[in-house]
């Protein structure tokens, strides 16, 4: 099993990214796949996440900037980051969950947010 994210980097407030992460090894339609970031001294906080029945969901603080969507062909999942905030900056990570919670993670991306 393998999950490989990247796109993440150094943006300014208020700029875009987006984060991709590719999966292998495991059969990526029936994962719900999930997209977590930790902050050095924070708690890791479940972004976004999007079943595999095409279910999504957000943290309150990233509606409506934060998109996940899903390439089952393709086996990615991508993040799109928008009106990013210092408060955004963690690494961020992919993670795959079966129906029992097992869970893959990938080795995370940074996203540094600052002018």
């Known amino acids: 099993v393998q999950l490989v994210e990247s796109g993440g980097g150094l943006v300014q407030p208020g700029g875009s990214l987006t984060l991709s992460c590719v999966a292998s090894g495991f059969i990526f339609s029936r994962y719900t796949m999930n997209w977590y970031r930790q902050a050095p001294g924070k708690e890791r906080d479940l972004v976004a996440g999007?079943?595999?029945?095409?279910?999504?969901n957000y943290l309150d603080s990233v509606k409506g900037r934060f998109t996940i969507s899903r390439d089952n062909d393709k086996n990615t999942v991508s993040l799109k980051m928008n009106s990013l905030k210092s408060q955004d900056a963690a690494v961020y990570f992919c993670i795959a969950q079966d129906w029992l919670l097992n869970e893959y993670w990938g080795q995370g991306t940074q996203v540094t947010v600052s002018s």
């Open positions: 999007e079943s595999f029945g095409g279910e999504r």
